[in-house]
Every structure is written in C-alpha cells, then in structure tokens.
C-alpha cells in the first residue's frame, strides 16, 4: 500500500525560491532552470520522438484517446453534475463572473467516481508519470465549461505561476492532461499555447490579495504576465500561438510553465474538457511562495496519495 505524504511545512525564511514572482514591481523573463521530460521510452508508452517533442514543445496532443462512447459518458455525467442543484450549491464549483452559468467544477477526481476512474487511466496516468519520470499525485482536477454564446475565456497564464506563488509547488515538475469532451474548433474557444514557452518563467507584478482564488478562478488578474512581457516572450523570442483544435477524446498534456489562454465561444458549438492535473511525488507543495494564505484543498492538495497504477 503506498504511503500518503503530507505537506511538508517549510516556513524557513532561507528556504530557495526559484521562481521569484509577485514579489517585485519590475517583471523579468527567467530561464527555467531545470528539464520538462524526465523519464525515458522504457519508462512508459511515448516513444522518443513523442518525449522529444513534449521537451522541445512543452505540450502534446494524443488523438483519439478515448472512444466515442466513452466520451458520450464523460458529457452525460458532466451535463448531470452541471445541473445538479446540490453540485451548483457546492463552493467546488464556480460560476462565470457575470452569470450563473457553470464554469468550472474542481476535485472531480474525488467527488465522482466516473471522473475518478479517469484520473487512474492508463492512457492518462501512464504518460503523466513517463514525462514527470516518478509516481504521480492529483495536484487539482476540474472540469471546464464552455457553452455555446455564452462561455467566457481564460487570459494567458502559466499554471505554475499560480501553483508556486499561491500553492507553494516548488518545482517545473508538473503537467496537465486535458481530455476533450467535445470537438474543437478553431472558433469555439479551443486551447492557445505557445510552442516553447515553457522554457521562460514570465514574474509577474502585484501582490497576491487575500481569498485571491473566489475572483481568480472566475476571471485571472493578479498572476498574469503584463502585456510587454508577452510581447517580449511571443515576439521578442520569435515564438507563435498554436490554436489546439481537433476531435473529442483527444488528450493534450502540457507542462505546468507553458504560457496558454483560450477566448470566448461565440459559437453554438459548446467546448468543455477534464482538466487532471499531475504532480510528481517528489515536487509536493510547502507553504505558498508569494500568497497571505494557502487555498483551500479543493482547488490545491496539500496531500499525495499516488495515482495506482493499473
Ligand atoms: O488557479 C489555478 O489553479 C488555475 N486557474 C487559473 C485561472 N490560473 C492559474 C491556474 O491555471
Ligand atoms: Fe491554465
């Protein structure tokens, strides 16, 4: 039976932290100072060319993971829990900022068993910790809404700057695995990312204000790159945007430090997608780099049971 670990409570003011952000009123464009692929085609399911391309990258696309029929599941149980008055009543799931529509719903993994399974998957897991090259934990999971007209977007972040100034997640040692519930389109607010970005840490500027997460997690301010270091990173680096668009069932893995964003859906083809977020048992958080307090457990565990393998 695997071990559960807990935070480990490293209030030390001399503990190193990496990845300054949040902390100075000038933003910086940092190298990142350690690997994206860790482990090696014995370590798991993606060949070279695959771990080469997730290092050069920072993301992946798999297409066609999961069946038509498996997806069908996923929208069932989404569309149950999303009109679930008792879902809707729970602080895990967050509304847009100017409607009661559902945006988000956090720690599926946990409170559905369907969603749970998801998490354990083989075709997910397996490659999560061939990339992380360790055991793996649920660091945050979620499910993203997009309806038709009405779903609103996300602003370029990286994940880890949030994860690290808020969470305290002290290292690049952490990827997401979005499974798509619907096909996406240029068009109905697919993922952005930029190729490569994920080797720049952007700091950005503004302290981190208390319960930061009830607006954040509806609209991100505080914890996004200002708009001269974007420019810097995209332009200045000779980088573009790559739109993410493709059939449901696909799943795109990517690193913890790529910069993304996505638009809003003017279309009536609605998008939503299973965020699973995998850490590395050996990166567990500490207390937060750069926030007054840690968010609550539903958005950032602060334990590692490790996703069995199966
Ligand atoms: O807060 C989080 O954990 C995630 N959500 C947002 C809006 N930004 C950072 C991270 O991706
Ligand atoms: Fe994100």
């Given amino acids: ?25 000038t933003p910086q464009l940092l190298e990142r100072s350690e690997p994206t692929t860790r ?3 014995d370590d798991g399911p993606l060949d070279q060319a695959a771990l080469d391309a997730f290092e050069q990258n920072g993301y992946l696309v798999l297409p066609e993971v999961f069946s038509a029929d498996e997806i069908a599941g996923f929208r069932g149980r989404l569309d149950e829990l999303a009109a679930d008055p008792a879902v809707r009543a729970d602080e895990r799931t967050i509304t847009e900022l100017e ?3 559902v945006r988000s719903i956090f720690e599926v993994h946990a409170s559905d068993a369907l969603f749970g399974r998801l998490s354990a998957d083989p075709r997910v897991a397996d490659v999560a910790r061939q990339l992380l090259g360790s055991e ?3 660091h945050q999971s979620r499910v993203n809404v997009k309806p038709g007209f009405v779903g609103k977007g996300f602003w370029w972040h990286s994940d880890f700057e949030t994860w690290h100034a808020e969470d305290g997640m002290p290292r690049m040692r952490c990827l997401s695995a979005s499974v798509t519930l619907t096909d996406n389109y240029p068009h109905n607010g697919p993922l952005m990312v930029v190729p490569g970005s994920h080797r720049t840490f952007v700091t950005t500027v503004g302290a981190t204000p208390e319960d930061h997460y009830k607006a954040s997690l509806k609209k991100q301010e505080v914890g996004t790159p200002d708009h001269d270091s974007l420019h810097e990173l995209i332009v200045g680096q000779g980088r573009e945007i790559r739109q993410l668009t493709g059939r449901a069932g696909s799943v795109v893995f990517f690193d913890c430090n790529l910069m993304h964003a996505s638009s809003e859906n003017q279309t009536p083809y609605p998008r939503s997608n299973v965020f699973l977020v995998y850490n590395s048992v050996d990166n567990g958080v500490e207390e937060p780099f750069a926030a007054p ?6 958005v950032a565990a602060t334990t590692w049971q490790p996703v069995p393998r199966g």
Wanted: no cysteine; proline share 5%.
């Fill in 1 to 25: 039976m695997a071990r559960t670990e807990t935070t480990r409570d490293r209030t030390d003011a001399l503990r190193v932290d990496h990845y300054p952000t949040r902390v100075s009123d």
């Fill in 39 to 41: 482990g090696g085609v």
């Fill in 99 to 101: 409607s009661d529509q």
């Fill in 136 to 138: 793996v934990y649920i």
């Fill in 293 to 298: 307090s840690r968010r609550p457990q539903f």
